[in-house]
C-alpha cells in the first residue's frame, strides 16, 4: 500500500493533482534538481519526519491554536498529511507542495495554502492596526516643541510595569505573614551596628531607598530578574547561597557549589512594593553565570515563581529573565546613535544620562537603558513621518501595547 493511500479518503480531497509540476518516476535527488529549476523558491524542502511543516509553520500553527483561531481538528489532519506525504516546499506565490513518493508527483497541498493565507491575513490585519496606533502614538507623543526626560521615565515604567499590570497576581504578591517578611526583608544589627541578614550575619545589606541590597559585587557583568513571591523562605535561602554557596536543592538536601559565581540581589525595600513589578528581585553576578549556580537558583526560586516575565530566559524557567549588565560602551553607542539623528534628541539622551554617571562611568539598569532606545528609536520614526517617508513595523511598541 502506497503513501497517498494511508491517507484518509477525507484529507485526498485537500490535494489536488498538479499536472504542470508532475513528473515520471525519478530519483529523490533528480526531483529536487528539476523543482529547484522550475521553482527557485525552494528553501523549504524538508524531508524530515515532520514533512510539510518546518520550524516557522508549526510556531505560527501552534500560537494560532492556542488563541482558540483555528480548529485542532483541522490542524492535527494537515499535520497528519504532512507526517505521511513527506517532502515538501513553498513557492513564491505561498503555494505549499507535497511529494508524494508512490506516484512520484508533486502535488498541490490545498488545506494547508488556505490554513497558512488565512493566518498570514490576520496577522497582516493584526499588524496594521498595531502601526496605526504607532502613528498616533507618535503623532500624540512628539507634536512638541521641545523634549522632556518625562519621555524615558513614562517608557521606563511602561517597560518595567507591564507584566505586573497585564496580570493580576493577587495573593501571589505576597505569601506567608507580611510582618515577618518584611522583617527579613530589613535585616538586623550586628555588633558593630552593621545591618545584616538575619540568616547570613557576613550578608552587608545597603539601604534602604526604594530598593534593599544584600551584598556586594563590583562591575557585575550578568543580571537575573526574578518574577516570584514575596516570601520569608526565599530571601533565606537566597541570602544562604550568596553568602556561603549552600542550598537545599530539589531533593531536600544541603549542596555546596564547588565554583559558585559570585552575586549580590536586591529586594523592594517594602513588602507593599511587591506587587509594582513584574520583577521584584534582581541578581547581579560578578561573571556571567555558571551552570551550576544558575541550576540552584532555579532549584530555589520556583517554588516562589509569580508567574512569566516579558523576557524568560526559557519556557522551562518563565519567571527568570536573563539580561546584560549596561556597559559604558553601549551608553555611549546610544549617545552616538541619539547624535546622529537629531540634536534635541540627544540633549535629551545625554542630560538623562549624567544623572546616572559617576566618575566617568555609567550605572543603570536594562530597563532605564532599553527606555532610551526606545525612545530614540521612536523619535527617528517621527521625524520620517514628518518627511513623508514610511517607517517600519515597530516591535517594541508592538510588544509594549498589544
Request: proline share 3%.
Amino acid at each position: 500500500m502506497g503513501l497517498m493511500d494511508n491517507v484518509s479518503n477525507q484529507y485526498k480531497s485537500s490535494f489536488v493533482n498538479n499536472n504542470d509540476i508532475s513528473c515520471s518516476k525519478k530519483t529523490l535527488h533528480e526531483h529536487k534538481a528539476e523543482v529547484s529549476q522550475r521553482q527557485p523558491d525552494t528553501t523549504n524542502l524538508n524531508n524530515s519526519p515532520l514533512g510539510i511543516y518546518n520550524r516557522a509553520l508549526y510556531s505560527k500553527l501552534d500560537k494560532t491554536l492556542e488563541e482558540k483561531k483555528l480548529d485542532p481538528k483541522e490542524l492535527q489532519d494537515a499535520r497528519k498529511a504532512g507526517h505521511e506525504l513527506g517532502i515538501s516546499y513553498k513557492d513564491k506565490q505561498g503555494n505549499f507542495f507535497v511529494y508524494d513518493k508512490t506516484d512520484s508527483k508533486w502535488l498541490y497541498d490545498k488545506k494547508t495554502t488556505k490554513i497558512v493565507r488565512k493566518l498570514d491575513e490576520q496577522e497582516n490585519i493584526k499588524n496594521a492596526k498595531i502601526k496605526s496606533k504607532y502613528i498616533n502614538h507618535l503623532k500624540k507623543r512628539y507634536d512638541t516643541d521641545y523634549l522632556n526626560s518625562l519621555l524615558i521615565g513614562d517608557e521606563y515604567a511602561k517597560i518595567r510595569s507591564t507584566g505586573s499590570y497585564k496580570k493580576n497576581y493577587g495573593k501571589k504578591n505576597i505569601t506567608g505573614n507580611k510582618y515577618i517578611i518584611q522583617k527579613a526583608i530589613e535585616g538586623v544589627e550586628d555588633s558593630d551596628g552593621v545591618c545584616v541578614s538575619p540568616y547570613a550575619n557576613k550578608l552587608v545589606l545597603f539601604g534602604p531607598g526604594y530598593f534593599i541590597y544584600r551584598g556586594y559585587v563590583s562591575d557585575p557583568v550578568e543580571r537575573l530578574s526574578l518574577n516570584v513571591s514575596a516570601n520569608e523562605n526565599l530571601i533565606k535561602e537566597l541570602d544562604i547561597l550568596c553568602s556561603t554557596g549552600k542550598y537545599i536543592n530539589s531533593q531536600g538536601k544541603i549542596s555546596q557549589l564547588n565554583n559558585m559565581t559570585p552575586f549580590s540581589y536586591k529586594t523592594p525595600a517594602e513588602v507593599k512594593n511587591w506587587g509594582d513589578r513584574e520583577d521584584p528581585i534582581t541578581l547581579y553576578f560578578k561573571h556571567m553565570i555558571n551552570d551550576e549556580t544558575y541550576s540552584a537558583i532555579v532549584d530555589i526560586t520556583k517554588k516562589y515563581a509569580r508567574g512569566s516575565l516579558n523576557y524568560p530566559v526559557s519556557s522551562v524557567t518563565p519567571w527568570i529573565g536573563k539580561e546584560l549588565y549596561v556597559t559604558d560602551e553601549m551608553v555611549k553607542n546610544l549617545l552616538q546613535k541619539a547624535k546622529n539623528v537629531d540634536k534635541k534628541i540627544y540633549n535629551l539622551i545625554s542630560s538623562y544620562c549624567s544623572g546616572y554617571c559617576s566618575g566617568g562611568s555609567y550605572n543603570m539598569s536594562t530597563g532605564q537603558y532599553n527606555a532610551m532606545d526606545h525612545v530614540v528609536n521612536e523619535y527617528t520614526d517621527y521625524l520620517k513621518l514628518l518627511n513623508g517617508e514610511e517607517i517600519s513595523f515597530n516591535e517594541d511598541f508592538a510588544k509594549l501595547n498589544s
